[in-house]
């Protein structure tokens, strides 16, 4: 029996149909992982209850010795001087925000315990970068230039010891100890991306970044990174990164960032009018030893 064949207008037809049918349901799963992205925003972005705010201002505005220690995870700890940097119009130093990456990392480690499909994080001290790239070298004509070598065994610490086996891997950076940015490198989607609440693209970094990525899977490996042009370099837009409108709230922004980022959850929830509400996270945060889920 012949099968009779379709006119070409009608095979046309179909093909535009079916091409519209998964263009839509495309749109449709967009839209619906958008939507449960910013539902995971707004959870975070939750009001502190009564008992909190109590806890979190009696601690930020509380009289004691100034290197009292008032939280303690492993080997960080937060002295009394340090947690008060979290009031309003304070820059924060590196013991707050390192101790902040900390609970972050703890609340990684939960969220991949109750899902078996989820890669682990890690969250780099702002010394990996110093030391990436010389920061502060003795030697004039050293300081600021890459060297893998400084870094190599770092990545004995994290999750697996295996960078390529991270989802994420997130690194603070102070800027010549004046500013607080960051960079996340999403290791199985092969993209690199600079944030930074004043603006600047951080083009530097995030070179410095991919040859890290590349030297480590030559070290570790003993192979050339594969495929390495398909890595994608995303420098900081400041059309769509929230910006600080003042000149001390740069550790908060970068704080903010990490914990958003490494939830998947958009960063248009963030914004200088929430950022004494931030503040007031970060700090309940470090108090709780885990950041808020």
Partial sequence: RVQKRKHPAVVEYEEKWRAKEAKEKAEAEEA???????????SLMRPLTEEEQYRVRHILNGIGPPNEILAQVDADSVQ???????????????EVIHFFLTVLSKRDEAMCANDGTK??????????MSKLLNEGHSNPSMAGKYEYRNVKRWSKKVPGKDIFNLDKICFPINQGGM????????????RIHFYDSLGSDGMDYLEAI??????????????????D??????PCDPRTTPRQLNGFDCGVF????????????????????????????????????????
């Fill in 32 to 42: 619906a992982r958008a939507a449960e992205a910013r539902e995971r925003a707004s």
């Fill in 210 to 227: 991919m040859q890290y990525v590349k030297d480590e899977h030559k070290d570790k490996k003993k192979a050339p990174l594969p495929n």
């Fill in 254 to 293: 970068t704080c903010m960032f990490i914990d958003f980022l490494s939830k998947d959850c958009p960063l248009d929830f963030l914004g200088q009018e929430h950022i004494t509400q931030c503040r007031e996270r970060i700090a309940l945060s470090i108090l709780n030893g885990t950041a808020i889920m």
């Fill in 119 to 128: 890669k682990r994080s890690h969250f780099f001290k702002s010394y990996f």
């Fill in 179 to 190: 500013h607080w940015v960051c960079a996340v490198a999403y290791m199985q989607d092969k």
């Fill in 80 to 94: 009394r001087v340090s947690m008060q940097r979290l009031l309003p119009g304070q820059w924060l130093n590196d």
């Fill in 229 to 234: 042009d398909e890595w994608e370099l995303v």
